[in-house]
């Protein structure tokens, strides 16, 4: 079975950095769409990026556009998300996700099969 476990989260001030990392097995790892995604209770999910297969991205939503990239290192099997200028805000738990890519839809967050345990980021005003 597929696994993911993310690492990387933690406690930043406002206007820190970031880095995350999301290890893949189980799988061939380069045969996944992959994504970030943000979600803590009572708040609405939302993409924080997505990167195909194929290593084409998925702009983030609009507050983090220009803040977050997302990066995937197929030789290691590992999926990146590199914040920066981290904003309140952008507290939230983030989800690494994976899904074949034979079927459904990158943006569809229901099409993604797998999900790590997800990582607590917090920023501090």
């Known amino acids: 079975q597929v696994q993911l476990v993310e690492s990387g989260g933690g406690l930043v001030q406002a206007g820190g950095s970031l880095s995350l990392s999301c290890t893949g097995s189980g799988g061939t790892f380069s045969e996944y769409d992959m994504a970030w995604v943000r979600q803590t209770p009572g708040r609405e999910r939302e993409l924080a990026a997505a990167?195909?297969?194929?290593?084409?991205?998925?702009d983030a939503t609009d507050p983090m556009k220009g803040r977050f990239t997302i990066s995937r290192d197929n030789a290691k099997s590992t999926l990146y998300l590199t914040m920066n200028s981290l904003k309140p805000e952008d507290t939230d738990v983030y989800y690494c996700a994976a899904k074949t890519r034979f079927t459904g839809d990158i943006r569809r967050f229901t099409d993604y099969a797998y999900w790590g345990q997800g990582t607590q980021v917090t920023v501090s005003s």
């Open positions: 990167i195909a297969w194929t290593g084409e991205r998925v």
